[in-house]
């Protein structure tokens, strides 16, 4: 496992690697090269490329503690409706929309890539809101968190429908009535 200051420097290099080169230009020798770090001591702690990215994107998603940062304010609606929010601005800001689709696909075909992801970020996310949603009695709170989450990941994935202003709340909405009327 690399030291936090070369994780760090790893983090930043393909990071901007990625932004100047996008996905498929990104090699272990040029995160390497970028980040002032041996090739091997990449590989000791990543996988691959892909890998690398991952940990880069999973990092900016921790809050200071190292969790998966889920709002809890006490209201639950004003917070799923922030979560929902932050996830739309994370998957399509102009910056990051590119490297999440190519880690995406990734997923599909690399499984130590998706049981990161799972681990590591979706995994965690779906808890945190299964417990939000299970603190406000609803029946059946782990399907509640896919029901929030799905939507926004099958929108933005395929593209079916532009996000806008207004969708977070409504989607936020529909998804409170059918948890808590047993939908």
Do not use: N
């Not at 420097?9 to 498929?24: M, Y």
């Not at 090699?27 to 880069?56: C, F, N």
């Not at 696909?105 to 965690?124: F, K, M, N, S």
């Amino acid at each position: 496992m690399a030291r936090a200051s070369t994780r760090a420097r790893v983090h930043a290099a393909v990071l901007s690697l990625a932004a100047e080169s996008g996905f498929g230009g990104l090699t272990m020798e040029g995160i390497a090269a970028r980040a002032g770090a041996g090739k091997q001591t990449l590989y000791r702690t990543w996988s691959s490329p892909a890998a690398v990215l991952l940990d880069a994107l999973l990092e900016q998603s921790l809050d200071a503690s190292g969790e998966v940062a889920i709002p809890d304010t006490g209201d639950l609606r004003a917070d799923l409706d922030t979560l929902v929010r932050g996830m739309i601005a994370e998957l399509t800001a102009p910056a990051t929309d590119r490297l999440l689709r190519a880690v995406t696909a990734e997923l599909q075909t690399d499984p130590a890539i998706g049981a990161e992801v799972l681990d590591r970020l979706l995994g965690p996310q779906l808890r945190a809101i299964a417990d939000r949603l299970a603190r406000a009695d609803v029946e059946c709170p782990e399907d509640g968190a896919e029901l929030l989450l799905g939507p926004v990941f099958h929108r933005w994935l395929l593209r079916t429908r532009p996000f806008t202003e207004d969708w977070p709340a409504a989607h936020v909405e529909r998804v409170l009535r059918a948890v808590s009327s047993g939908g």
